[in-house]
């Protein structure tokens, strides 16, 4: 499968626990975006890639987020202290580099707090 | 800023027909490109179909099309021939052209399929 994978599909810890999620890009995708999806509503952009620079964070991404990209390749995201209201899907995708490019979306880590 | 707004949350259809599902969106861009995405329940996010604004025509795979009028701003995607495996969120989407060029999603339209 050359999709975009993420791993795991599934976290459930309690509030205060620190968590980390990877994902791995389609192969050559210089670009890797997270996104935080709740319940019914649409995607909303965290984090952006340009192979290993995170260029562009957004204010949802609280100093208890961090991500990363060693090498360009897979992605790291990772929740300190956990709330619960970082319960939610969060999302993965990457594209080849154009600003016309398509992303392509892996299958998201829901993660629950309680 | 770039707003996407789908004013119907919810949608259903009767397998074999026809369906529209509508989308607004707002960008002060001249040349700017969108995507309609799916979600199957627990699944995840796949391409339905993408309009670039310069050309004319509207975008069409298989049984999916599209209406684009971008006087009105509007992007609807037509769903001919409806199937079961078409239940889903739909969510129309717009990439911000500067920077990242992040996806900004409409709130989405969950499709039923009646047999």
């Known amino acids: 499968d050359t999709g975009v994978s993420q791993d795991p599909r599934h976290k459930i810890t309690k509030r205060g626990q620190n968590v980390t999620f990877r994902c791995d890009p389609i192969?050559?995708?210089?670009?890797l975006y997270w996104y935080r999806q709740t319940l019914g509503q649409g995607p909303e952009f965290l984090t952006y890639?340009?192979?290993?620079?995170?260029?562009?964070k957004s204010r949802l991404l609280s100093d208890r987020f961090s991500a990363e990209r060693p090498k360009g390749s897979f992605s790291t995201l990772e929740i300190q202290r956990t709330e619960q209201g970082d319960s939610a899907m969060y999302l993965c995708?990457?594209?080849?580099?154009?600003?016309?490019?398509?992303?392509?979306f892996g299958p998201g880590t829901r993660l629950t707090v309680l | 800023a770039q707003t996407v707004t789908q004013s119907q949350p919810e949608m259903s259809v009767q397998e074999a027909e026809t369906v529209t599902l509508s989308c607004t969106y707002d960008?002060?861009?001249?040349?700017?490109?969108l995507f309609w995405y799916k979600q199957p329940p627990s699944r995840q996010m796949i391409l339905v179909i993408r309009?670039?604004?310069?050309?004319?025509q509207n975008a069409t795979e298989n049984r999916f099309s599209v209406n684009f009028q971008k006087a009105a701003k509007s992007f609807s995607l037509k769903i001919s021939d409806s199937q079961l495996g078409d239940a889903a969120m739909y969510f129309c989407?717009?990439?911000?052209?500067?920077?990242?060029?992040?996806?900004?999603f409409g709130q989405g339209t969950r499709l039923t399929i009646n047999p």
């Open positions: 890639f340009q192979n290993e620079a995170q260029l562009e």
């Open positions: 192969s050559e995708h210089n670009r």
């Open positions: 995708a990457s594209s080849p580099g154009q600003y016309t490019d398509t992303q392509y």
């Open positions: 960008t002060s861009e001249s040349d700017y490109y």
């Open positions: 989407a717009i990439p911000l052209i500067q920077g990242a060029q992040k996806l900004v």
């Open positions: 309009q670039e604004a310069y050309k004319q």
